[in-house]
């Protein structure tokens, strides 16, 4: 029996320092990287890891779209003058705007025509196999939190002049997806420049158990099958963050950005308390865990996974919608782009200190500065490090 596999092959380059595509990090060490896919047999498969410039083979799983907790148009006469998490985070009190930094969202695609993203230079990939542009909002939403301008005056974005962005569509119009699409994305992001990667996505494996179901599998059978799935893509995305990383030291490994994930019921139960998914929670991912208002301070959502790396602003966020307007959603899809708009002003900050960027300086920088006085209890089994904020 075969089946569809993803395969990452790392070779030596023929050519000169920095010619042509090569994955960020690549270019120091004389390599390139390709991920491609392939309908493999037991044998096929074992040949092809002998294969010396195949670094990991895994089986593809689905992917989803980490979909909000809530989703709501925001009304005339219920416009807000920002949105909470612009002063909650500290960009409010910073010079700092992001110039000159590149950042890439992997999601939904995102509305162009949005007042909120005018001047910026947005170059979008379609993964997904229905085309680019957004249908859903998910994508525009998370965008807007990272860069967008103020929509009839209200301050939604972290990094308001980012002039770059590469939009990576990874899911179908349907709303489905898969890992393979993930990686390629991700190549495609590092191969033209992204200094940050921000991702609201997650592997399916409750999903892919219930799919399994429905054709027919006893659900012992159906988790085995998924947890191998789960596993061949933790060490997959393992392995491409490798590659990522080994680019860093010299400015061309982009910082990954992640969200922990929506499936806690904390207020169900205080411990029904589900850890960060994939790929959040592979080697090298910043991942990021919800917070909400609350009167004795912040506090974790009732819905965000734990064991994340840091916290941010994720329920109740105003940020772009479809159409020119602007929506509020719920989610730890929201708390991710407030951490990769924070990067930005890392990033951006970096530079005007006189340093040389790189990923591994800014998630540094950006853990050190992240702080548990905001938080009206904290928990490190909730988030490791603590509420992340911008440079001071």
């Known amino acids: 029996m075969q089946r569809r596999y993803a395969i990452l092959e790392v070779k030596k380059a023929n050519r000169s320092f920095g010619a042509g595509p090569t994955i960020a990090g690549a270019k120091t060490s004389g390599a390139e990287i390709k991920v491609h896919d392939a309908e493999l047999s037991e044998k096929e498969l074992r040949d092809t890891r002998r294969n010396p410039d195949v670094r990991d083979a895994g089986l593809i799983m689905p992917i989803r779209m980490i979909k909000p907790v809530t989703r709501n148009e925001v009304t005339a006469g219920k416009v807000p003058t920002a949105a909470w998490g612009i002063a909650a985070v500290g960009a409010d009190h910073t010079e700092l705007d992001g110039s000159d930094v590149v950042v890439a969202v992997l999601d939904t695609g995102i509305d162009k025509t949005h007042a909120a993203f005018a001047g910026v230079d947005i170059e979008q990939e379609d993964f997904g196999g229905s085309g680019i542009g957004d249908n859903d909002g998910h994508g525009t939403h998370c965008a807007g939190t990272i860069f967008g301008k103020d929509v009839a005056g209200v301050r939604i974005g972290i990094a308001r002049n980012i002039k770059q962005a590469l939009i990576g569509k990874v899911f179908h119009d349907n709303g489905g997806g898969d890992s393979f699409a993930v990686y390629r994305a991700m190549q495609w992001a590092a191969e033209n420049g992204a200094n940050i990667i921000s991702m609201s996505l997650g592997y399916d494996f409750p999903g892919m158990v219930r799919d399994l179901q429905k054709d027919g599998y006893p659900v012992e059978l159906a988790t085995s099958i998924a947890l191998e799935h789960f596993k061949d893509n933790l060490r997959m995305f393992d392995s491409v963050m490798t590659v990522l990383e080994a680019g860093r030291p010299f400015g061309r490994g982009p910082m990954v950005v992640a969200a922990s994930g929506n499936e806690s019921e904390r207020d169900r139960d205080p411990r029904f308390r589900i850890s960060a998914s994939l790929p959040s929670s592979a080697k090298g991912v910043i991942s990021v865990a919800a917070v909400r ?80 006085a905001k938080m009206g209890q904290f928990d490190p089994d909730d988030v490791e490090n603590g509420f992340a904020m911008a440079p001071s």
């Open 293 to 372: 208002e609350n009167g004795a301070g912040l506090e974790i959502s009732s819905f965000s996974n734990g064991r994340a790396k840091v916290c941010a602003p994720g329920q109740d966020i105003v940020s772009a919608a479809l159409k020119q307007g602007l929506s509020i959603m719920s989610g730890t899809s929201m708390a991710c782009p407030h951490v990769a708009g924070l990067a930005a002003l890392w990033w951006q900050s970096l530079v005007k200190s006189g340093s040389t960027p790189n990923a591994e300086k800014v998630i540094q920088r950006m853990l050190a500065a992240t702080t548990t």
